[in-house]
């Protein structure tokens, strides 16, 4: 019913409307996974649907690289009608199998954000692990598709050093061991492979941190180390400057203003978190919404939330006054 509705708004033209309303304001698109054209992943988009993606994007938008938002926000340029930037985060290698040769046959530019430690294989990304956990047979009732995302909620606010404990406790319940490399399915990027995306011109990459922690979890000594060092890491072994910075999970609590001036600070040009919206001309560089698309396989939800449908859908629920929670004689009692 759902997208017999949204086709239904398609063919009306509200699509078109949308995006024409919106063409001021610049998009962010933010992947994760990719997977091949037989492979099912909730999480990823399949290369077929990816090509879609991208055609329709060469059709409608003018992609840029992200810096060149940054830029526009700085000097007070007013931002290009219909611009869209590429984020993928991370550093899974599935981005250079799967939609690196889709931006060279597109000539499309993307930013690419990775936590140096997973390429350098120190570690792989605890969010994989728990995921990873997930799949397991004999899997904890918390890893269950219906309450993991509030696991992911618990764990993010808790310190690195009691998180990781956490998560070997849960694996030790179920009495199997993490791998210290990630599995194929979860394996990071080379430098080599990264060096060959850099010098391809149409892939940035950028940082995002050294182990991929809650910054709002980290004492500010902490949080400079994960933005300085990572910066550093990835700047040495690419020969290149990094000037983007992308929040771990990036979601409002996830990190605090002084981090913003720390990101400043260290020298980033930028910063994307992963809240949803679009960039508008007076937007703050160090803190740009972004529009999640990872897991849409299907035209319909991509191009609703790309020409700005869920946009103007958020922004109508949102100024609808919201219904008491309680019965206006109960609030003396509610509010003690």
Same mark, same amino acid.
């Given at each position: ?35 091949? =054209?037989? @492979? ?36 007070? /340029? ?26 060279? *046959? ?10 140096? +430690?997973?390429?350098? /294989? ?12 997930? *799949?397991? %047979?004999? /899997? ?38 993490? %791998? ?12 080599? @492979?990264?060096? @060959? ?6 892939? *940035?990459?950028? +940082? ?31 020969? /290149? ?6 929040? %771990? ?38 803190? =740009? ?42 609030? +003396?009692?509610?509010?003690?």
């Amino acid at each position: 019913m759902k997208k017999l509705a949204l086709r239904l708004m398609r063919n009306c033209g509200v699509f078109a409307l949308t995006r024409v309303m919106s063409a001021q304001m610049a998009r962010i698109l933010m992947y994760h996974n990719f997977s091949g =054209l037989n @492979e099912t992943r909730t999480d990823a988009v399949n290369s077929t649907a990816l090509r879609r993606q991208l055609a329709y994007l060469r059709r409608h938008f003018r992609v840029v690289p992200l810096t060149c938002i940054f830029e526009r926000l700085k000097t007070g /340029r007013p931002l290009d009608k219909l611009t869209v930037a590429l984020t993928i985060d991370d550093g899974r290698r599935n981005f250079y199998e799967f939609m690196f040769p889709l931006l060279k *046959e597109f000539e499309i530019p993307a930013t690419f954000f990775v936590v140096s +430690s997973f390429i350098q /294989r120190e570690d792989w990304v605890w969010t994989d692990k728990v995921l990873w956990l997930s *799949e397991q %047979p004999s /899997r904890p009732g918390e890893l269950s598709a219906d309450k993991i995302e509030v696991l992911f909620a618990k764990l993010n606010r808790l310190r690195p050093e009691a998180r990781t404990a956490f998560i070997e406790a849960m694996a030790a319940s179920i009495g199997v061991f993490i %791998p210290g490399e990630a599995p194929p399915k979860y394996a990071p990027c080379s430098w080599s @492979e990264l060096r @060959e995306m850099a010098d391809s011109g149409l892939v *940035e990459i950028g +940082s995002h941190t050294v182990t991929h922690p809650i910054l709002a979890t980290l004492t500010e000594e902490e949080s400079w180390s994960e933005l300085t060092v990572s910066r550093a890491q990835i700047e040495e072994a690419l020969g /290149r400057r990094v000037e983007s910075f992308c929040f %771990p999970n990036g979601k409002p609590g996830d990190y605090r203003l002084s981090q913003l001036r720390q990101i400043r600070e260290a020298g980033y040009a930028g910063a994307v978190a992963a809240e949803f919206g679009m960039v508008t001309n007076d937007a703050d560089p160090y803190e =740009l919404p972004r529009i999640g698309v990872s897991g849409y396989s299907d035209a319909l939800s991509f191009s609703k939330n790309l020409d700005g449908v869920e946009y103007y859908q958020a922004r109508l629920q949102s100024s609808r006054p919201a219904r008491a929670a309680v019965a206006p004689e109960d609030m +003396s009692i509610k509010s003690s």
